[in-house]
């Protein structure tokens, strides 16, 4: 075990690391610079995704709707879980502690601690809502965020366990949360159709699995 801030980092995730950001340095600026904004630019096209997942499902029934309404708070939700467990965790960041050049440019501050990885937390938190949503968008979803949680580890920023500890973080809190807030919200969708007051047509609850 390798003795980082207030943890120990698995022997083995630090050899990887070291092998990435080492093919990292040596690999083409093309690749580099590609992978460079893959980092943040994978978040913004899985944003989109789910934006479009959210409207496919706006016109359906109130459990589609649902659906499309919430479709941000799982990623939000992963996300603050994930910044709960790195105040608990302090790992330090291994651009910091491990001697190795980085195509990030700049290690993040002390304080900014390493696990989990946020990006890659939101990657799957986002990729599997999707999925939830619209199978064919998710499944191009999926390996983007696979993509994002990659070039984390590449540019530098991360050890390949807190990559893997956020993509599996975000896409269980998306697994759990989609169904848990979709369905009051449909509950509350279907009753505001079918108030007597109300302009629209009475729509009848249908559930999905």
């Known amino acids: 075990m390798l003795d980082n801030g207030s943890t120990d980092v698995p022997e083995i995730s630090a050899e990887w690391y070291r092998d990435v950001v080492d093919a990292a340095a040596s690999s083409p600026e093309p690749v580099q610079w590609f ?6 630019g994978v978040i913004l096209l ?6 479009m997942a959210a409207l496919s499902r706006r016109s359906g ?15 939000l939700l992963a996300y603050v879980g994930s910044e709960f467990f790195k105040t608990v965790v ?5 651009c910091r502690t491990i001697g190795r050049e980085i195509i990030a440019g700049a290690c993040p501050p002390p304080g900014d601690w390493s696990f989990p990885s946020n990006h890659a937390t939101i990657a799957g938190a986002l990729a599997v809502t999707t999925l939830l949503l619209n199978r064919r968008l998710g499944l191009v979803a999926l390996p983007l965020a696979a993509l994002g949680a990659f070039s984390r580890v590449f540019v530098g920023v991360h050890y390949p366990h807190d990559v893997i500890a956020g993509v599996l973080f975000g896409a269980l809190v998306a697994v759990v949360a989609t169904p848990l807030l979709a369905r009051p919200t449909s509950e509350v969708l279907l009753r505001r159709a079918n108030r ?7 729509l009848a609850s249908r559930s999905r699995p």
């Open 46 to 51: 899985l944003g989109a995704l789910l934006v």
């Open 35 to 40: 992978v460079g904004h893959a980092t943040e």
């Open 61 to 75: 029934s109130p459990h589609d709707r649902a659906l499309a309404l919430i479709a941000p708070v799982p990623a």
């Open 196 to 202: 007597p007051d109300s302009p629209g047509p009475k």
């Open 90 to 94: 302090d790992e330090d960041r291994p």
